[in-house]
């Protein structure tokens, strides 16, 4: 069974920065595609990023320029380096990984961005 738990999620003012981390445990034998999404209170959830086994990237409009994904295999991990925040970015923030043939959803962490 595989497990993905998320960290770094937080307040933060207009303007700050969080770096999200999501760690993979469990049986892991080689994970293709990660990704971070978010769902704000009355929102649907929504992609945000996603990186590629090979670290090909790529990013929602709203958040380009401002966020990016990296991955380190050797830890099973995905990061979510996210600066220039704004309030509109407040949501939990997810983080989904293709292991095998499954897809795997961690638990979320709160992001809030207000002064």
């Known amino acids: 069974q595989v497990q993905l738990v998320e960290s770094g999620g937080g307040l933060v003012p207009p303007g700050g920065s969080l770096r999200l981390s999501c760690a993979a445990s469990?049986?892991?034998?080689?994970?293709?595609?990660m990704g971070w999404f978010r769902q704000a209170p009355g929102n649907e959830r929504e992609w945000v990023a996603f990186i590629t086994s090979t670290g090909t990237t790529n990013y929602a409009d709203s958040v380009k320029g401002r966020f990016t994904i990296s991955r380190d295999d050797a830890k099973n991990t995905a990061y979510l380096q996210m600066n220039s925040l704004k309030p509109e970015d407040t949501a939990v923030y997810y983080c989904r990984m293709i292991v095998g043939v499954q897809i795997h959803w961690g638990q979320g962490t709160q992001v809030t961005v207000s002064s």
């Open positions: 469990g049986s892991i034998n080689n994970i293709g595609l």
